[in-house]
T-cell receptor
Framework: GIQVEQSPPDLILQEGANSTLRCNFS?????LQWFHQNPWGQLINLFY???GTKQNGRLSATTVATERYSLLYISSSQTTDSGVYFC???????FGEGTQLTVNP | GAGVSQSPRYKVTKRGQDVALRCDPI?????LYWYRQALGQGPEFLTY????????KSGLPNDRFSAERPEGSISTLTIQRTEQRDSAMYRC?????????????FGPGTRLTVT
């Protein structure tokens, strides 16, 4: 099966800062999703992005399918952005180990 | 409409007991997936269905785990003779249909604790 690597594993920001999270895949995927697991354990869909660029408010994502990576950008971070960010790919989603984001006030 | 729902949200059981976890997918979603998530890790695939047919059960850890979706809607994941190592968050997801979209939507999960 495919391998998914996420970086960085941990990230601490001050409120208002910007950040970039990265996800590398060992093989091409026909499905790529970004999720936010909030402190209550819910997995929230952020983006479904097998290729290209999408934006939703302060968040945007870019997937370069030919190079097997995806980036998640968070701008003007807020304390409510804290949690674990997962990327996952493939029809039977293979998840990375996540990036633990902490945004301090 | 309503999202994916799972019940119970929390389950504490004694080692050796059987448990049944329920998933109700988004209405109209053809595909249904089960994942297991250990603390501090990402979810791991267990099995999935298209309609009532189980398409892939390669992720089920052993034969104590089984799943069904008899009418192509609600699904049940059953763990027989539970062991402490079965303790985890069990998540269900659904998606519209492969020909339209692979995007999966997750339910809130069932936190299983085996004592």
């Amino acid at each position: 099966g495919i391998q998914v690597e996420q970086s960085p594993p941990d990230l601490i920001l001050q409120e208002g800062a910007n950040s970039t999270l990265r996800c590398n895949f060992s093989d091409s995927v026909n499905n790529l999703q970004w999720f936010h697991q909030n402190p209550w354990g819910q997995l929230i869909n952020l983006f479904y992005i097998p290729s290209g660029t999408k934006q939703n408010g302060r968040l945007s994502a870019t997937t370069v399918a030919t190079e097997r990576y995806s980036l998640l950008y968070i701008s003007s971070s807020q304390t409510t952005d804290s949690g674990v960010y997962f990327c996952a790919g493939g029809s039977r989603l293979t998840f990375g180990e996540g990036t633990q984001l902490t945004v301090n006030p | 409409g309503a999202g994916v729902s799972q019940s119970p949200r929390y389950k504490v059981t004694k080692r050796g007991q059987d448990v049944a976890l329920r998933c109700d997918p988004i209405s109209g979603h053809v595909s249904l997936y089960w994942y297991r998530q250990a603390l501090g890790q990402g979810p791991e695939f267990l099995t999935y269905f298209n309609y009532e047919a189980q398409q892939d059960k390669s992720g089920l850890p052993n034969d104590r785990f089984s799943a069904e979706r008899p009418e192509g809607s609600i699904s049940t994941l059953t763990i027989q003779r539970t062991e402490q190592r079965d303790s985890a968050m069990y998540r269900c997801a659904s998606s519209l249909a492969p020909k339209y979209s692979y995007e999966q939507y997750f339910g809130p999960g069932t936190r299983l604790t085996v004592t």
